[in-house]
């Protein structure tokens, strides 16, 4: 029987449903899939988080077998889709078959075009392992694969039939894949949620079903408006053009997550810089980046250099500088004409030892 969802999100055909509970691999997932006809079911994963969750998961499903890619960013490429492509041949997979991606954003990614791509378009579920594949990548129904001039530079928009977020998967992430995830989660917190971020900041943890399922709420709200992204959604890049040019800047030295936590810092400061905020924001923001492990200042890198990163941003429209920056917590607000000097101010008083 098939359990009610956390929650749904409106897709381009309908809503699907979002399940966020421990367990849902082992009981909501195959009765999603017990309950409909699909020809053959592949389960991709990763050389990481297949042998955990994958041989299972197959196990559960009528017809499944597993496909594992090696773990890691390098490997979203064409030429994995490409071996992808050939493993579900293989396996017997044609236009009816499910496509289940199991794992991190990389893995949802990846499985996610290639679901959009073979047979031009095959059913597809998204069984998220990583928090920050949880709170974001699993979520609004972008999918690509990165080229070797850049991340995210082929995909497609392909919405999933489901998403399942088994919290138990979280036990053996990483912690700095955790604490990565995290700082997506203050973000939507920032952007849309005050109650969530005060739930981050609470010397009692919540219940990571609860605040997983928050931010869920602020993605869900920023794709319905705005499914393909040419307004509302884009404040979902809060800290991102900051993260984007540490990222790159240090030849991505940097985890993603963590440069999103110094961005938050950053437009924070901003804001004040820029008269639209408070000046006790920044603070705000800077004692939840410490109370979630993550770091608030980055070093070795030159304002200059990571301005003219900036500037090269494929988010920046037409080269003027755009900046997601917030009036208070849950009022983002986009900014036009930032000015070079009120960012290399920022940038400054955010290098260590500054
Ligand atoms: P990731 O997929 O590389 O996962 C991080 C690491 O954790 C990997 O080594 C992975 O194997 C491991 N892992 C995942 N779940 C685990 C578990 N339960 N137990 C043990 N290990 C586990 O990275 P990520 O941070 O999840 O996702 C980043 C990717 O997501 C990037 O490629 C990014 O471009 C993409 N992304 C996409 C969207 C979107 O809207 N499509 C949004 C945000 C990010
Ligand atoms: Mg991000």
Same mark, same amino acid.
């Not at 059913?123 to 594949?133: D, K, V």
């Given at each position: 029987?098939?359990?009610?969802?956390?929650?749904?999100?409106?897709?381009?055909?309908?809503?699907?449903?979002?399940?966020?509970?421990?367990?849902?691999?082992?009981?909501?997932?195959?009765?999603?899939?017990?309950?409909?006809?699909?020809?053959?079911?592949?389960?991709?994963?990763?050389?990481?988080?297949?042998?955990?969750?994958? #041989?299972?998961?197959?196990?559960? =499903?009528?017809?499944?077998?597993?496909?594992?890619?090696?773990?890691?960013?390098?490997?979203?490429?064409?030429?994995?889709?490409?071996?992808?492509?050939? #493993?579900?041949?293989?396996?017997? %997979?044609?236009?009816?078959?499910?496509?289940?991606?199991?794992?991190?954003?990389?893995?949802?990614?990846?499985?996610?075009?290639?679901?959009?791509?073979?047979?031009?378009?095959?059913?597809?579920?998204?069984?998220?392992?990583?928090?920050?594949?949880?709170?974001?990548?699993?979520?609004?129904?972008?999918?690509?694969?990165? =080229?070797?001039?850049?991340?995210?530079?082929?995909?497609?928009?392909?919405?999933?039939?489901?998403?399942?977020?088994?919290?138990?998967?979280?036990?053996?992430?990483?912690?700095?894949?955790?604490? %990565?995830?995290?700082?997506?989660?203050?973000?939507?917190?920032?952007?849309?949620?005050?109650?969530?971020?005060?739930?981050?900041?609470?010397?009692?943890?919540?219940?990571?079903?609860?605040?997983?399922?928050?931010?869920?709420?602020?993605?869900?709200?920023?794709?319905?408006?705005?499914?393909?992204?040419?307004?509302?959604?884009?404040?979902?890049?809060?800290?991102?053009?900051?993260?984007?040019?540490?990222?790159?800047?240090?030849?991505?030295?940097?985890?993603?997550?963590?440069?999103?936590?110094?961005?938050?810092?950053?437009?924070?400061?901003?804001?004040?810089?820029?008269?639209?905020?408070?000046?006790?924001?920044?603070?705000?923001? #800077?004692?939840?980046?410490?109370?979630?492990?993550?770091?608030?200042?980055?070093?070795?890198?030159?304002?200059?250099?990571?301005?003219?990163?900036?500037?090269?941003?494929?988010?920046?429209?037409?080269?003027?500088?755009?900046?997601?920056?917030?009036?208070?917590?849950?009022?983002?607000?986009?900014?036009?004409?930032?000015?070079?000097?009120?960012?290399?101010?920022?940038?400054?008083?955010?290098?260590?030892?500054?």
């Amino acid at each position: 029987m098939e359990s009610a969802p956390t929650l749904t999100i409106q897709g381009a055909d309908g809503a699907y449903p979002i399940f966020i509970r421990p367990g849902a691999l082992a009981d909501a997932l195959p009765a999603f899939v017990a309950a409909r006809r699909f020809s053959r079911v592949a389960v991709i994963s990763n050389t990481t988080v297949g042998p955990l969750y994958g #041989e299972a998961l197959a196990a559960r =499903l009528p017809d499944a077998f597993l496909i594992t890619v090696p773990d890691g960013e390098a490997h979203k490429t064409l030429s994995t889709a490409t071996a992808l492509y050939g #493993e579900l041949l293989a396996g017997g %997979c044609d236009r009816s078959a499910l496509v289940i991606a199991l794992g991190g954003g990389v893995i949802g990614d990846l499985a996610g075009f290639v679901a959009a791509t073979f047979m031009r378009g095959v059913a597809f579920i998204q069984a998220p392992t990583s928090l920050l594949a949880m709170v974001d990548a699993s979520l609004g129904g972008k999918v690509g694969v990165d =080229l070797p001039q850049g991340k995210n530079l082929v995909g497609a928009f392909k919405d999933p039939l489901a998403v399942f977020a088994d919290t138990t998967t979280l036990r053996t992430l990483p912690p700095v894949e955790r604490r %990565c995830g995290l700082a997506e989660t203050l973000k939507a917190g920032l952007i849309a949620d005050p109650l969530l971020v005060a739930q981050l900041l609470a010397s009692e943890p919540s219940p990571i079903e609860g605040v997983i399922a928050r931010a869920v709420r602020v993605k869900k709200q920023a794709v319905e408006q705005d499914r393909l992204e040419r307004g509302v959604r884009a404040t979902l890049n809060l800290g991102h053009t900051f993260a984007h040019a540490i990222e790159q800047v240090s030849g991505y030295a940097w985890k993603h997550g963590e440069a999103v936590a110094v961005g938050l810092v950053a437009a924070a400061r901003l804001s004040v810089r820029r008269g639209l905020a408070a000046p006790d924001l920044p603070i705000t923001v #800077e004692r939840a980046v410490a109370a979630l492990g993550l770091p608030a200042r980055y070093s070795g890198l030159e304002p200059a250099a990571l301005w003219d990163a900036m500037r090269h941003d494929k988010k920046f429209r037409g080269g003027a500088a755009h900046f997601v920056l917030l009036r208070d917590v849950g009022a983002p607000l986009m900014a036009a004409d930032v000015p070079r000097a009120d960012v290399i101010a920022v940038l400054e008083s955010l290098r260590e030892g500054a």
